[in-house]
């Protein structure tokens, strides 16, 4: 989901030049697993404790793991991915926008059997688009609140 995100930056940044941005990302969230996520879209370094991703076309957006609730409730829109973020950005009172990428099955990220079962050679991601089409058909609302 990194990458779609940071094109997403990219495009507001090209509407909005003196917008700012941050990754606030899940503490849980290793370094190599940002790096496999980035792939060749950009490159993930350090200056001091500071982490940022940098991308190809040289937007740099600082990394945020500590204090992430304080960074959402300074921020004036954050952009997520459904999950229980998005109850806790809700409590915080920070408008959002929840991104959800069903035209590319994927990048969304699922969780228990059903993560496991899309991760099979060759059958997983045949699985993981059928689940996505159905699931999308049916439901409406994909974030909390």
């Given at each position: ?11 507001i ?18 370094d ?48 997520t991915?459904?999950?229980?973020n ?18 590319r ?5 699922l ?17 993981k ?8 058909r ?8």
């Amino acid at each position: 989901m990194l990458p779609l995100f940071l094109k997403t930056v990219r495009m507001i940044k090209k509407i909005a030049p003196e917008t700012h941005f941050l990754c606030i990302l899940s503490p849980y969230l290793t370094d190599d697993t940002i790096k496999r996520s980035l792939k060749d879209k950009g490159m993930l370094y350090s200056k001091g404790d500071d982490k940022f991703i940098q991308t190809k076309e040289g937007l740099t957006v600082p990394i945020v793991r500590e204090n992430r609730f304080e960074a959402i409730k300074a921020s004036t829109l954050v952009l997520t991915i459904p999950g229980t973020n998005t109850a806790e950005i809700a409590a915080i009172g920070t408008p959002m926008i929840s991104i959800f990428p069903l035209n590319r099955p994927e990048g969304i990220p699922l969780e228990g059997a059903l993560d496991w079962l899309c991760r099979v050679p060759f059958l997983g991601m045949m699985i993981k688009k059928l689940a996505v089409g159905l699931i999308s058909r049916r439901v409406k609302f994909f974030a909390l609140p």
